[in-house]
């Protein structure tokens, strides 16, 4: 099978919805949502935000879409280091998984955004990313017969801004929500997890105290929870020196060098590879590190100081049992359902036979 791109695969026909959206999810992933209020969520709004999404007249050279380098089967990651830009350029980091950003209150590894209406712009406008000004974005989108009725049902009349584009984006974004893995389930005693599967969780949420007996890999710290992800930004000892300084790029201060932000470990075993710069390709170099590897520094995370499983050691010391029941927990994590869900995917696409 082959994937054409274009507006042929949209039926002229189609009606666009119209109303307030309604979110669901869990009640236990809480209701401290981050939503603007200049911006509140409408069916018509999430539709013009998923096709502006994966939109390639957004890019410099009509190639490159935010779903490009965001792919749904990937839990929107794109299976790289470090992505591709217009310019042939690499990025500068790896591309985040784009998973229960409705509750985020900081973007990017370095958090220098705290909208999704404001993260929205940095890719587009970047040389080494989308590469285009928001200006010819929206005359691009505006000279089209297609858009500019979409962004009246939206915003009230079809001028097209780069403002506009933004929170259709971030509408599109919020609703990018993950909560039906095995683990989920679990969660709701829908399912029992297996034994390995509960050791792992076990230790994933139990900090070792070699004194008292009590072994653990003390992932809770930072990854606890029932979105497993906390807004917190750590140096989590990659490196004793670093080139990109993280969050200390943007204060200065020596003891934010390395700081990145902690990202969610939903569909954690779709995202490979891991790390802001994408060093480990596997699960088991992530746990590796963490069992073996932590470099110490100024900056070095007070949850991986002093805590291991081996008294007076450094890193945690898991052993290869552990170690193995670590990922099995971690892969309860995946969610098939948010990978696979038409209202998530690229509504240009149509499959042709070669």
């Not at 109303?19 to 236990?28: D, R, T």
Request: net charge positive; charged share 25%; proline share 5%.
């Amino acid at each position: 099978m082959s994937f054409f791109v274009g507006f042929s695969a949209l039926k002229s026909e189609e009606e666009v919805p119209r109303g307030i959206y309604s979110l669901e999810y869990p009640v236990y992933f809480g209701n401290r949502t981050n939503i603007s209020k200049e911006n509140p969520l409408t069916q018509q709004g999430v539709y013009l935000g998923r096709r502006l999404f994966y939109e390639t007249r957004l890019s410099a050279n009509n190639t490159i879409s935010c779903g490009s380098c965001h792919r749904q089967e990937l839990a929107f990651t794109d299976g790289k280091k470090l992505s591709k830009g217009v310019d042939d350029t690499f990025t500068d980091r790896n591309a985040m998984a784009l998973v229960n950003l409705l509750w985020n209150r900081k973007f990017f590894w370095d958090g220098r955004s705290g909208s999704l209406e404001d993260q929205a712009q940095f890719p587009m406008i970047s040389a080494h990313e989308m590469g285009q000004d928001m200006e010819t974005s929206s005359r691009k989108l505006q000279s089209t017969a297609y858009y500019p009725p979409l962004f009246k049902a939206v915003f009230g009349d079809d001028k097209i801004t780069g403002k506009r584009i933004t929170f259709a984006l971030a509408q599109f974004e919020r609703t990018l929500i993950s909560a039906h893995s095995r683990y989920d389930q679990y969660l709701k005693q829908q399912i029992k997890l297996s034994p390995e599967e509960m050791r792992g969780m076990t230790l994933f949420n139990t900090a070792p105290n070699p004194e008292k007996g009590i072994r653990g890999a003390n992932c809770a710290h930072c990854h606890g929870g029932p979105k497993n992800y906390l807004e917190l930004f750590h140096n989590n000892g990659l490196d004793s020196v670093y080139r990109d300084r993280g969050i200390g790029q943007i204060t200065g201060q020596e003891t934010d060098h390395g700081r990145f932000k902690i990202p969610t470990l939903r569909n954690i075993a779709l995202t490979a590879p891991y790390m802001h710069d994408g060093r480990f390709s596997t699960l088991e170099e992530v746990i590796e590190h963490y069992s073996e590897h932590v470099k110490p520094s100024v900056a070095l995370s007070a949850f991986l100081q002093n805590e291991s499983n081996v008294k007076g050691s450094l890193p945690l010391k898991l052993n290869s049992v552990e170690k193995k029941e670590l990922i099995a927990f971690l892969n309860t994590l995946t969610d098939s359902i948010f990978v696979s869900n038409p209202k998530f995917s690229n509504p240009f696409v149509t499959l042709k036979s070669r």
